[in-house]
Nanobody, 132 residues
Framework: EVQLQASGGGLVQAGGSLRLSCLASGFTFDGYAIGWFRQAPGKEREGVSC????????YYADSVKGRFTMSRDNSRNTVYLQMDSLKPEDTAVYYC?????????????????????????WGQGTLVTVSS
């Protein structure tokens, strides 16, 4: 069974940093697309960063480019989202999600569009609050 557990959220002042972790169990990240998403109160869930393990590129939302970085530690079966220069508008519940691409084309689509509807397995979310 694919399970994901996100952690690392908290309260931070604007300009600060946080690192979110997404621990996977029941599968390894090889061959999967992994995404970080967020949902602010009253807003739709949006893709923050997505990457397919065999697609080569990483998607970042325009609002986080240059500030957020996704990385992976295979030995810990964990994906990270390093968030720097945080802004109050980054306040949201952050989720990690995974899906196994059907083929190479699907993998590229997942890592270039980062749409939440395309991801089938979700962690429980971790709250990030950025104060001004």
């Amino acid at each position: 069974e694919v399970q994901l557990q996100a952690s690392g959220g908290g309260l931070v002042q604007a300009g600060g940093s946080l690192r979110l972790s997404c621990l996977a169990s029941g599968f390894t990240f090889d061959g999967y697309a992994i995404g970080w998403f967020r949902q602010a109160p009253g807003k739709e869930r949006e893709g923050v960063s997505c990457r397919s393990s065999n697609a080569g590129s990483t998607y970042y939302a325009d609002s986080v480019k240059g500030r957020f970085t996704m990385s992976r530690d295979n030995s810990r079966n964990t994906v990270y989202l390093q968030m720097d220069s945080l802004k109050p508008e980054d306040t949201a519940v952050y989720y990690c999600a995974a899906v196994r691409p059907r083929d190479q084309l699907h993998a590229r689509v997942l890592s270039t569009t980062c749409l939440s509807l395309a991801f089938g397995s979700w962690g429980q979310g971790t709250l990030v609050t950025v104060s001004s």
